[in-house]
């Protein structure tokens, strides 16, 4: 059985920090990538950000610049550092492991910006 553990929201006020941290553990082999997603209330999940097992990153042009993905192919974990963070970055952030056949997600975790 898979376990996906994401964790690190919270609030901040615009311009604030937060570092999001995921780990995955269980029966996972062959990992194609691993990313966060995101979805505000009433919206659909979308990416944020994704980064393969050979280190390729992807980024929502929304967050290019601002948050930066990082993983840990031997530990199974990623993390995701959010820098000058916008009210329209308010949603709950899901962690997600991509391999053959599988795709597994965290619980998710709250992210606030608001003053």
């Known amino acids: 059985q898979v376990q996906l553990v994401d964790s690190g929201g919270g609030l901040v006020q615009p311009g604030g920090s937060l570092r999001l941290s995921c780990a995955a553990s269980?029966?996972?082999?062959?990992?194609?990538?691993m990313g966060w997603y995101r979805q505000a209330p009433g919206k659909r999940r979308e990416l944020v950000a994704t980064?393969?097992?050979?280190?390729?990153?992807t980024y929502a042009d929304s967050v290019k610049g601002r948050f930066t993905i990082s993983g840990d192919n031997a530990k199974n974990t990623v993390s995701l550092q959010m820098n000058s963070l916008k009210p329209e970055d308010t949603a709950v952030y899901y962690c997600n492991v991509l391999g053959p056949g599988y795709s597994y997600w965290g619980q998710g975790t709250q992210v606030t910006v608001s003053s």
């Open positions: 269980g029966s996972i082999f062959s990992i194609y990538a």
């Open positions: 980064i393969s097992n050979s280190g390729t990153t």
